[in-house]
């Protein structure tokens, strides 16, 4: 079946270290994208990607930061700068920026000890 | 910026139709009108989406305003898997800025 993956589901880091989320879809989607939920809250873009090999920031960039070296694969990195890192963070696809429909991942809920 | 205004919550009976609104004051000429629902501890999924004239699918219906400032999600028959948060968002071709607001609260009475 085709979709879009993230793992790990929950995660769990030590202030000061970087983590890096996964995210991989097989829907042969050009675009992705990485959002951050906070609770009771919508979603706002981290950073998004239009083709491979390139990327850019989105309303919440700093403290993360993305590569886009394959089509099917589009990794987040919380770093330590980022000073509030604990949320729901969603990846999603769609088969050109904007303009039509994303497909979400399940999430990842990090959490910062 | 383009921005949408939603309720922030919306009650429903079980098996009557649901009309979720949606403001969109300032919307440009290429702006799609974007809907997505999400349950809780869950990834937003696709509902519907439009331009300019009235949309159907399996889901809802989508009616858009003829000056497009506004549209209405439509539920036909609610049911109690209905229960999620709504949300409208304007998609630009060209990018900006994307508004991913709060979103309305839907709950589904039994």
């Known amino acids: 079946d085709g979709g879009i993956t993230q793992s790990p589901k929950y995660l769990f880091r030590k202030e000061g270290q970087n983590v890096t989320l996964s995210c991989e879809q097989n829907l042969n989607h050009d675009a992705m994208y990485w959002y951050r939920q906070d609770p009771g809250q919508g979603l706002r873009l981290i950073y998004y990607?239009?083709?491979?090999?390139?990327?850019q920031k989105g309303d919440i960039a700093e403290g993360y930061s993305v590569s886009r070296e394959k089509k099917e694969s589009f990794p987040l990195t919380v770093t330590s700068a980022q000073k509030n890192p604990t949320a729901f963070y969603l990846c999603?696809?769609?088969?050109?920026?904007?303009?039509?429909?994303?497909?979400f991942g399940p999430g990842t809920r990090l959490t910062v000890l | 910026d383009a921005k949408t205004t939603q309720p922030n919550s919306m009650e429903s009976n079980e098996e009557e139709p649901v009309h979720l609104p949606c403001n969109h004051s300032?919307?440009?000429?290429?702006?799609?009108i974007h809907w997505y629902r999400q349950l809780p501890s869950q990834g937003p999924e696709y509902v519907i989406h439009?331009?300019?004239s009235n949309v159907n699918n399996r889901m809802a219906s989508l009616a858009i305003a003829e000056d497009r400032k506004s549209s209405t999600l439509i539920l036909h028959r609610a049911t109690l898997r209905d229960a999620a948060v709504y949300y409208c968002i304007l998609a630009r071709t060209s990018y900006d800025k994307v508004i991913f607001g709060p979103g309305t609260s839907l709950s589904v009475i039994p």
């Open positions: 990607s239009q083709i491979v090999n390139d990327f």
């Open positions: 999603a696809s769609s088969e050109r920026l904007w303009g039509n429909e994303q497909f």
């Open positions: 300032t919307i440009s000429g290429t702006d799609y």
């Open positions: 439009g331009l300019t």
